[in-house]
């Protein structure tokens, strides 16, 4: 067996490609076209997809398709999905960190990083089947009626990841919204795009269903517009303070009255970066009318 | 009525080239057509579809309502054509001729004992009447497989013949079920067979078994249209039917209906869709020609 070494006879290692993440699959993105990230030292660590408004197009599809088994499936089986992920992501811990420590980390600011993150998905993995309870009510009516109120998940979310960071904000976006129920398109930060594939491979090898979490790479400006006006999307999350993007997604969400949550003020990593209420944030509130004249047990000397 | 010196012998095997038919057809997926081709393409696709509802659980007011549909597919986009035809079963006849008065939508109704065909002559033919007197325009027959796969080709033949007497001035579709014929060979045999037997139409699949229409079988068809009409000088319509869900696959098709038969056949007089479907995804891909924004189906009609 021969090893291929370069000039000064050390090993040449394999590279892995970094590709867009849709329905279950690793695709290349359907434009042909990437982009070479860099860190702050200018070196080059991949090339990676710049992805498209077709790949989009496509990520809802596969969502929109997904969506259905997701969230009629039982909640402690989502919990257990969510604790699935956290499991895997702990036993590739040093490729996350190495990941991290190419685009600007040091070690420690890295190992706290995936630590945090695998914290997260355990924090969300155990709200999977407690929020209903929490945020439910039974409702008083006069009326002879049975009256509660439940959470349901909105449908496809297509969410835009902080971009000023690889993995926590990805893993913090993505975790309410597969713990509710919904599925998502999320499009990772351009500039650090490297832990967000990899991530992928982490979901891909969890037991999460292909379509329930798709992720994209490519650019916030060329894409943000079709994350707010698609009309199969329910929701648009989007991170950073950027007023104009802010308000465009306002007004091309107002199509379809997508609901659009900005989270660019939230601390990812404080405590106050994880909330039941950001599950709650992309729920909607359904209320049941339920009869109950006829029942023995609603009236009195039962 | 063709000269029976010309119908060829049914016993010879036809000779149908797998490998090419699979890579000629491989091929039509190729093209890129894009904007107002697209456009016109979309348009000719949606007025060539027959919509079809052949459920047990058919009631009047589902066919009615898709009657609806066939008239006013979208109403906010103004221009759209109607769609060719409904399908539907005998039974349902009377109801779509009435919703459909004065529309120029054909009513179409499957017969013969749909879709299995196991049922005797004299059956069929009461079927066939029965759908040609409430109104039908159109009638979709299937051919006996049963018989067909046992070497009976002048069984079939006949029986094509009698249902096309009984239909009077109803065009007849003939229903080959391909997906039950197996082998190309076979395909273009039963075409050849339904051609020289008065078939106005022929047909791909009932849509009850899968695989259904696919595109190396249409073109299969298409040839042995193509080859009839150079022996005979008479056309015959095409309609693949079942598992042609979505536009672009919809616009492969009018590709090689157009590089295989060329644009005489480019109406639904001469070609159709069976689908049910194809008509809200088409209208979805027109939506966003328009708009240039992604749609989604709950902003449209249920079909």
Redesign the interface.
């Known amino acids: 067996m021969t090893t291929v070494t370069n000039k000064n006879n050390k090993r040449l290692e394999i590279l892995k490609t970094y590709k867009i993440y849709i329905d279950g699959q690793f695709v290349r993105t359907e434009s042909g076209r990437y982009y070479i990230a860099t860190n702050s030292k200018k070196e080059n660590l991949a090339n990676v997809c710049l992805g498209s408004r077709k790949d989009f197009r496509d990520a809802v599809v596969a969502a929109r398709n997904a969506f259905g088994s997701w969230s009629t499936r039982a909640a402690f089986n989502r919990a257990q999905i969510l604790y699935r992920i956290a499991e895997m992501l702990e036993g590739r811990k040093a490729q996350f960190i190495d990941e991290l420590i190419k685009q600007d980390s040091t070690k420690t600011q890295a190992e706290k990083e995936v630590n945090l993150c695998i914290d997260r998905l355990i924090y969300y993995s155990g709200w999977c089947d407690k929020f209903q309870q929490l945020f439910s009510s039974v409702n008083p009516v006069a009326s002879p009626h049975f009256n509660f109120s439940v959470p349901e998940p909105m449908g496809v979310i297509a969410a835009i990841a902080p971009q000023n960071n690889s993995l926590l904000g990805l893993v913090s976006v993505i975790a309410p919204i597969i713990a509710g129920g919904n599925s998502c398109i999320v499009l990772a930060s351009a500039t650090m795009p490297l832990c967000a594939v990899t991530f992928a491979e982490v979901l891909n090898s969890s037991d999460l269903p292909g379509g329930v979490v798709n992720i994209l790479t490519g650019k916030v400006a060329e894409l943000v517009s079709y994350f707010s006006d698609h009309m199969d999307v329910n929701a648009t999350v989007y991170c950073e303070a950027d007023f104009a993007t802010q308000k465009m997604i306002k007004e091309k969400s107002a199509l379809n009255i997508k609901r659009v949550l900005l989270y660019n003020k939230i601390k990812w990593t404080d405590a106050s970066g994880q909330s039941p209420y950001f599950i709650m944030d992309l729920q909607e509130i359904k209320t049941t009318w339920h009869p109950i004249e006829n029942i023995g047990g609603a009236k009195a000397g039962y | 009525m063709i000269s029976t010196k010309i119908i060829p012998d049914f016993l010879l095997p036809p000779h149908i080239d797998q490998v090419g038919i699979e890579e000629r057809s491989s091929r039509f997926t190729k093209r890129s057509i894009k904007n107002e081709t697209k456009l016109n393409g979309l348009m000719l696709a949606l007025n060539m579809i027959d919509l079809t509802t052949l459920e047990g659980k058919d009631t009047d007011g589902k066919v009615k309502q898709l009657c609806y549909k066939a008239i006013h597919l979208h109403d906010v986009y103004p221009g759209l054509p109607t769609v060719a035809a409904i399908c539907v079963y005998p039974s349902m006849v009377k109801i779509a001729k009435k919703a459909l008065e004065g529309s120029g939508v054909k009513v179409a109704s499957v017969a013969t004992a749909f879709p299995s065909g196991q049922a005797t002559r004299d059956i069929k033919i009461r079927d066939t009447k029965y759908a040609v007197q409430h109104g039908a325009d159109e009638v979709d027959m299937v051919i006996s497989r049963g018989k067909f796969l046992q070497g009976e080709y002048n069984y079939v033949f006949d029986e094509i013949a009698a249902i096309k007497e009984a239909c009077g001035k109803a065009r007849l579709k003939v229903i080959l079920e391909t997906g039950e014929l197996v082998t190309y060979d076979k395909v273009r045999k039963a075409s050849d067979i339904a051609m020289y037997a008065g078939a106005d139409f022929i047909k791909t699949s009932t849509g009850k078994i899968s695989p259904a229409a696919t595109m190396p079988i249409t073109l299969v068809m298409l040839e042995a249209i193509r080859d009839f009409y150079y022996k005979t000088g008479k056309k015959i319509a095409m309609k693949p039917a079942g598992g042609i869900g979505k536009s672009k696959l919809a616009l492969h098709y009018l590709v090689m209906l157009n590089e295989t038969l060329g644009e005489d056949w480019m109406s639904n007089e001469w070609f159709r869709f069976g689908a049910s479907s194809l008509a809200n995804d088409i209208l979805m891909q027109l939506m966003k020609q328009k708009t240039g ?5 709950n ?1 449209f009609s249920i079909d």
């Open positions: 924004i992604y749609q989604n189906a902003y």
